[in-house]
């Protein structure tokens, strides 16, 4: 009887190790022709969860909110503009930034580049560096363009972050999408 359930065993294992291979080489698809999408469906809460309406540049691509993403986009292979709704003052907010790059300078609000975006003046922060965000996430000669005001009664920040050339080359994109800022 043990030698009976021995070889059921050894037998079920060398079915098993047959089947792995053949199942992962029919599950290889050569098929990469692009696809047309035809069909419409309803827009839900997912397509427009923000309080916001932006104007987003057209090489840019929206992703998914987050917690702390009211608006998300990404734009070249790994750069990042996302809007926030947040709290605290634009200094802090600013000098908190800066750390991420390293830079532990204190930021004179005043000084700061102004642009006028939903009826109030915002300013604008930059930085370039070593990028060390949240989560562990490093980014080498990175560049950051970022953007607060404070309306309503809120801090709405406007945060840009990639490779220096791409974040620079953005710039012109960057301005256009923060002023198109509308609250809905």
């Known amino acids: 009887m043990h030698n009976a359930i021995a070889t059921t065993v050894m037998n079920l ?24 999408v035809s069909e419409t469906r309803k827009l839900t809460s ?14 840019w691509r929206r992703v998914p909110s987050t917690r702390f993403r009211d608006y998300n986009c990404k734009f070249n ?20 930034w800066l750390k991420q790059f390293g830079d532990t300078r204190e930021v004179v609000v005043s000084e700061l580049e102004k642009l006028d975006v939903m009826g ?13 965000g949240m989560r562990g996430v490093t980014i080498e000669d990175a560049g950051l363009l ?6 309503r ?25 923060s002023k198109s800022i509308q609250w809905k």
């Not at 970022?146 to 309306?151: D, P």
């Open 77 to 96: 292979e790994i750069g990042e503009v996302y809007i926030s709704i947040g709290s605290g003052d634009i200094k802090s907010n600013a000098e908190r």
């Open 153 to 177: 009664g809120n801090l709405i920040t406007v945060k840009m972050i990639g490779k220096k050339e791409e974040v620079q080359a953005q710039r012109e994109n960057f301005i256009a999408f």
């Open 146 to 151: 970022g953007l607060l005001v404070e309306t």
């Open 46 to 59: 997912y397509d427009d969860e923000s309080n916001l309406a932006v104007a987003m540049p057209k090489n």
């Open 120 to 132: 109030s003046k915002a300013v604008i922060l930059e930085a370039e560096g070593t990028f060390a």
């Open 13 to 36: 294992r060398k079915l098993a190790l047959g089947l792995v291979p053949m199942i992962a080489l029919t599950s290889c698809d050569e098929n990469t022709n692009p696809v047309e």
